[in-house]
């Protein structure tokens, strides 16, 4: 195993002259802080037992009692827990876990699913040692179910690490997980616990490639699908640290850190656990995820010596497009294969109704509104339940057997988001999305950030409908709107797009392999030119063949598109080429990520929530709460509960379609 860590032995080492920097560090009235911190984090784990073992004989102390009774708060767990050896932290954090009221599944998840057969052997034997019991007795009385079963298989240290791979047998494995789950019906989690958890690295990421060849799914989406709570989570992180550990970590560490608050004893577990084995992958990872290095969202989100301690195990600050590690560039290289080769299935989250009913539902519509007062639950439960289809019939029903206009009528009972949101469902996809236009254009400013999600998710089909329901309702091209509305090469961008003649098809490899270096040769020239050839690339290419640029790409430059947008661009053109390539790489991540963006930190963007809700309800709102699930530790229903109220909360939460 190659060791990739920020922390080594330090050279000209001297456990007793160490001892005695830390005694002197701690005696007498308060401590010296940054002389512990300094010394505990440039010793390597072995290095330190020895200076443990040299401070009792110089002074017949334990250090470790030393130092708990001297620091205090996160500081001193973090100290506190370098000191101890990988097997004992490891121990104690699973012992942690599982003792005391509830259960903490998430630490036995990223503990189990991520250490080799030696690691896991070495901490039950600390276990034992540490606590008088077995592990696995603990874990079998604190779990249940096939979650504690595939904790079980882990805990047992088995997995093939010979490196030797049968190809019948990969083959096989493939064929026999799609026969558990996706080809029938129910799932026989039996099948995924046993090759999951025993198969090697190599072998599982063989069985993975086939896998998806058969479903044309892959195998996390498969999961997804077939499995539920903590052992579908389980599940995931065993895949994702077979696919590549580093970027398991760098995803742990960037949950850890997001949003309001700081998950600290993840924070700490991980940088200590992994600062002498890959914490330079895990940075590189966490650079081509984030676009911001770990370096600077620790810096950001903690303070005092307990930060000085975490930046120090972090070991520098990347240059946020310097090139890659070769590991790092392999995993990049490998991520944009995997889009490309993966076909998702999308899935909406609001389907036609069975036994519809028109007439009936007009009738049912009109008497809601009749009279004193207005019934929104008869109206939510009518609009948020049919597909837009059926909604288009209803308005015709409404006008055809009562005279009078189904909008107006909404529009004059209803108020304020509500009224919004189911004006919003009321109207066509086009008719929708020219109104979310001009919202985005009319008035003081500008919204940028809906001009560009729009016209860059939307498929030709759809931006040619809509222009064309922009010129009925606004008796003004879309075009001659943008132009009036926007400047610059911002303008330009959005007039490219919404011609609506991106090109349509798989990727051209010979032509992709031309487009790569023709934006590798822009990243060399003047803004301006630079900027230009961007356009003509991402805004004209089909989705599949920018796929395979953008990882031809990394091949060509060692770096990621994501990492020069962000450096070498700014403003509104930064932003849209970024859109392009979120939605290229994953398009419904980049819509869980609008979506968070939308409720997070004080104040809710109601217009942005409303108008992704009602677009995407029919096409793929599922895949992105999953999305928004795995990427933010908490489902876009919780999210939405949280964030709004009454009827409009209530007919967001029937399109959201459910909790995850």
């Known amino acids: ?50 200076v443990i073992a040299a401070y009792k004989c110089s002074f017949g102390k334990d250090l470790i009692e030393d130092l708990k009774y001297e620091l205090t708060g996160k500081f001193e767990r973090l100290i506190v827990s370098l000191m101890r050896t990988p097997a004992y932290h490891d121990a104690k954090e699973i012992h942690d876990a599982v003792k005391g009221s509830g259960t903490n599944e998430r630490c036995l998840i990223e503990v189990l699913s991520s250490r080799n057969n030696q690691q896991i052997h070495d901490m039950v034997a600390a276990y034992k040692d540490a606590y008088g019991t077995d592990v696995e007795e603990d874990i079998i009385m604190d779990t249940s179910g096939h979650f504690k079963k595939m904790l079980v298989v882990l805990l047992q240290g088995t997995r093939d690490e010979s490196g030797v791979v049968d190809a019948d047998l990969v083959e096989q494995d493939a064929q026999d997980l799609y026969a558990a789950g996706e080809e029938q019906w129910g799932t026989d989690e039996a099948k995924f ?91 590189e990872c966490f650079r081509l995820r984030y676009e911001k290095s770990l370096y600077n969202m620790i810096k950001d989100d903690t303070s005092g010596d307990y930060k000085r301690t975490l930046l120090n195990l972090c070991g520098g600050d990347d240059d946020l497009a310097g090139e890659f590690f070769p590991e790092a560039a392999q995993i990049a290289y490998k991520m944009w294969e995997l889009s490309a080769m993966t076909k998702v299935q999308l899935r909406p989250t609001l389907r036609p109704a069975p036994d519809f009913d028109p007439a009936a539902d007009a009738q049912a519509l009109r008497k809601a509104m009749k009279g004193f007062g207005t019934d929104e639950d008869a109206i939510i439960d009518i609009v948020a339940q049919r597909s837009n289809a059926q909604r288009q019939e209803i308005r015709q029903t ?57 016209l860059v998710t939307r498929s030709n089909e759809e931006i040619q409908a809509m222009n064309a329901a922009y010129q009925h309702a606004y008796k003004k091209s879309l075009e001659e709107a943008i132009q009036s509305d926007t400047s610059g090469q911002f303008c330009r961008i959005l007039v490219s797009l919404v011609q609506g003649a991106r090109e349509e098809g798989q990727a051209d490899v010979e032509r992709a392999n031309a ?80 979506l968070y963006k939308a409720m997070k930190g004080l104040g809710t963007d109601d217009r942005a929530l409303i108008r992704i ?26 999210f939405i509960q949280g964030d709004t109220s009454g009827d409009y909360r209530k007919t967001l939460l029937r399109l959201c379609g459910g909790e995850d």
């Open 193 to 283: 616990i046993m090759i999951l958890g025993n198969r090697s690295v190599t072998h599982l990421c063989m069985v993975f490639d086939a896998y998806e060849k058969i479903a044309e799914l892959c195998i996390e989406d498969s999961i997804k699908n077939e499995l539920s709570g903590d052992f579908e989570r389980l599940m995931l992180a065993v895949v994702q640290c077979i696919r590549s550990v580093p970027m398991f970590y760098a995803k742990r560490l960037y949950k850890s850190m997001k949003g309001l608050g700081t998950a600290d004893n993840n924070l700490i577990r991980i940088m200590i656990s992994r600062s002498e084995i890959d914490m330079l992958d895990i940075r």
């Open 613 to 638: 809700m009602v677009s995407r309800s029919e096409i793929d709102l599922f895949n992105i709460r999953k999305e928004f699930k795995e990427t933010h530790e908490a489902s876009l229903h919780e």
């Open 398 to 454: 409404f006008k055809s057997l009562l005279g009078r206009d189904l909008m107006k009528d909404l529009k004059s009972e209803l108020s304020k988001n509500l009224e919004r949101l189911v004006i919003g469902l009321m109207l066509t996809p086009a008719e929708f999305d020219a109104k979310m236009m001009r919202k985005a254009m009319e008035g003081a400013g500008t919204d940028e950030h809906a001009l560009i999600e729009i």
């Open 1 to 50: 195993m190659v060791f990739r860590g920020t922390i080594v032995d330090a050279a000209e080492f001297d456990p007793s002259a160490d001892a005695e920097t830390l005694f002197n560090a701690m005696k007498g009235i308060g401590s010296d802080k940054e002389a512990i911190l300094d010394l505990v984090t440039s010793r390597s784990n072995a290095q330190r037992q020895e």
């Open 515 to 594: 487009d790569a270096q023709e934006l590798t040769d822009a990243c060399n020239a003047e803004s301006d030119d630079m900027e230009m050839k961007f356009m003509s690339i991402l805004c004209t290419r089909s989705f599949p063949h920018l796929r395979r640029v953008f990882q031809e790409f990394v091949r060509h430059t060692n770096k990621d598109i994501e990492q020069i947008i962000k450096k070498e661009m700014s403003g509104d053109v930064k932003n849209s080429f970024y859109a392009i390539v979120r939605s290229v790489k994953n398009q419904p991540s980049y819509f869980a990520d609008r």
